[in-house]
């Protein structure tokens, strides 16, 4: 038996995000980013989910970081193609994507020569990264063409896209993003299809949406968008992550609360003590005063967050005692919120939600 501390997963919030996106964005083809386990909410569940021959809406394919998440994919019979965003790190790697009818990045020149290494009759769609001034991964603007023409010689490569990737789109003022544009549009004009949106440049930059768009954190129901929130932009929650109190006790004023002794009642407190800590991905660094919801109220984080426990105060709201259920985020509680008041952002928060904690 758990011990009822759980991430529930909504699938018919991840297909309404899904809707919303298309919505956005309705002349591009979707590739749904489906990394990082999903972003912390299980990938072949939601990659499931969102294949649904029911759903309202299918994305077009799935993006994955590494061979591992591709083919975990595959052998839980996803069938859509799948591009490996970090492409291929060795030559093994190329033989295996080509066996299970991957979409490679090509990202630096030497993993032309992998593909060469394939047999005849073996044939693998590839995408050209572009370096447009992130300057973590892709090829130099001026070694496009030659890259492309190198590619397109290829037997091996089955199709030719072109891509890269947003270094400040979630920030709608930066210069940064209009020359990320202006120089992609220049590099292989000729070739298509182009994939340059991630989720905050589908609302923040419409003339990126191009071909294909990647959305990641907005299918989840975060907002991309700074200063937005994500019920403001039509998306819904995905993963709520609750936590039983599981001990609550009085605290006389000026008694300490948790390791270090960092906190000190200012009152006489009712401390309510939950089962989730740093062990289950709740970060070690959330502050006093964080954001908990429990039973329709917010009562805020009190002293260290241990390994498996974190302390709250209820003094306020009667009804939390023991075996009701905490929100750290989710229906209740966005997790931009939380987020925000940590000091990380909602993709840290989400990926890190540890494998002890069931996703239901
Ligand atoms: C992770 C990733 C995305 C998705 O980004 P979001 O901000 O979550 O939408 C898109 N493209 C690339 C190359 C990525 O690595």
């Not at 991957?102 to 590839?126: C, K, P, R």
Request: net charge negative; aromatic share 4%; glycine share 6%.
């Amino acid at each position: 038996m758990n011990r009822g501390t759980v991430a529930r997963i909504d699938p018919i919030a991840l297909q309404h995000n899904l809707h919303t996106i298309k919505q956005q964005a309705p002349h591009s083809r979707v590739w749904a980013v489906v990394k990082a386990d999903g972003y912390g909410h299980g990938a072949i569940a939601c990659a499931t989910a969102l294949s649904h021959p029911e759903a309202i809406v299918c994305p077009d394919g799935f993006a994955v970081a590494t061979l591992q998440e591709a083919k975990s994919l595959r052998l839980a019979g996803i069938t859509q193609p799948i591009l490996m965003l970090e492409g291929a790190a060795s030559v093994h790697e190329v033989q295996q994507a080509a066996e299970l009818a991957l979409t490679l990045m090509i990202h630096q020149a030497h993993q032309i020569d992998w593909l060469d290494s394939l047999g005849s009759e073996q044939q693998i769609a590839v995408l050209v990264k572009v370096d447009t001034g992130m300057h973590r991964l892709g090829i130099a603007p001026d070694n496009v063409t030659t890259i492309v023409n190198q590619l397109s010689s290829l037997p091996q490569v089955a199709s030719l896209g072109i891509t890269s990737h947003f270094a400040c789109s979630d920030d709608q003022t930066h210069p940064m993003n209009h020359r990320q544009i202006a120089l992609f549009s220049t590099c292989a004009p000729e070739i298509q299809p182009r994939s340059l949106a991630n989720s905050a440049a589908i609302w923040n930059f419409p003339d990126s949406q191009l071909d294909w768009i990647r959305p990641g954190i907005a299918l989840y129901g975060a907002s991309p968008v700074a200063g937005k929130s994500a019920a403001a932009l039509n998306l819904l929650p995905v993963m709520t992550l609750t936590a039983p109190i599981i001990a609550e006790r009085w605290v006389e004023t000026g008694e300490p609360v948790g390791y270090a002794c960092t906190w000190r009642a200012s009152r006489r407190t009712r401390v309510a003590t939950l089962a989730i800590g740093y062990a289950d991905g709740y970060p070690r660094h959330a502050p006093s005063g964080t954001p908990i919801w429990i039973c329709g109220d917010i009562a805020p984080l009190i002293g260290r967050v241990s390994m498996d426990m974190i302390t709250i105060d209820v003094t306020d709201i009667p009804e939390a005692t023991v075996d009701c259920h905490a929100e750290l985020w989710g229906k209740h509680l966005p997790v931009d919120e939380v987020a925000a008041t940590i000091g990380t952002i909602s993709y840290e928060l989400l990926t890190r939600v540890s494998p002890r904690v069931p996703r239901l």
